[in-house]
């Protein structure tokens, strides 16, 4: 079974500091993607950054970036530079890249990031 | 990138009424539809995996006799909440993968049964 574990209910970060979400996660799949969403009050879910299980480097997209560690199974975000905009929850989800677990996202429990200006 | 759009994005009902939320690709094919619930302050818990011209799989704990759940065409799915009541209200949400696996999601639907 796969699960995911995000520990932080909430977080605060001062504006222009950086903040790192944790992330853990558990699966028995060889292959498997692992994905960040946030979620603002709107209630759409936006995709942030997506890593690969058997990609070497660590993902990076604008201000969001990935800290992959495989053998400690953790995929945390990195968010450089805060902004008030980035205040929302965010969701931490991986899926199995093949056989039976493919397709179906599984997502942590969220942790509410708070901008502070 | 590609669209999902969802419609209603909010509704409201009595109790013992049956509503119907449309999830649509707008510019892609969707080989798979998924369908989550999300409760106030809670993760998304996936409902439903459907794919098009087959009946769709339901987790466990989904009563698949209340959410029923039509994947008539590659770009439309529908999520129909049979004989609402309270403990039904939620924040509904799709979301639709294509052929690159790639999946996308839709901006949700509050449902509200009064």
């Known amino acids: 079974a796969q699960k995911i574990t995000q520990t932080q209910p909430g977080m605060f970060v001062q504006e222009k500091e950086a903040v790192t979400l944790d992330c853990t996660y558990d699966t028995s799949d060889q292959s498997y993607g692992l994905f960040w969403y946030k979620q603002p009050s709107s209630g759409e879910m936006i995709f942030l950054i997506y890593?690969?299980?058997?990609?070497?480097q660590n993902a990076t997209e604008g201000r969001y970036s990935l800290n992959f560690q495989k053998a400690r199974k953790s995929a945390n975000l990195v968010i450089s530079a805060s902004q008030l905009g980035d205040s929302a929850m965010y969701f931490c989800a991986m899926r199995g890249l093949y056989g039976g677990s493919q397709g179906n996202l599984i997502f942590g429990k969220g942790t509410k990031l708070s901008v502070k200006p | 990138g590609a669209v999902v759009s969802q419609h209603p994005s909010w509704v409201i009902c009595k109790s013992g009424t049956s509503v119907k939320i449309e999830c649509r690709s707008l510019d892609f094919q969707a080989t798979t539809m998924f369908w989550y619930r999300q409760f106030p302050k809670q993760s998304l818990m996936l409902m439903a995996t459907s794919n098009e011209g087959s009946k769709a799989t339901y987790e466990q704990g989904v009563e698949k006799d209340k959410f029923l759940i039509n994947h008539a065409s590659l770009t439309l799915s529908t999520l129909t909440v049979t004989s609402a009541h309270p403990e039904d209200s939620s924040f509904y949400i799709c979301?639709?993968?294509?052929?690159?696996?790639?999946?996308?999601f839709g901006p949700g639907t509050r449902l509200t049964v009064l």
């Open positions: 890593q690969g299980s058997y990609d070497e």
């Open positions: 979301s639709a993968r294509e052929w690159t696996n790639e999946q996308f």
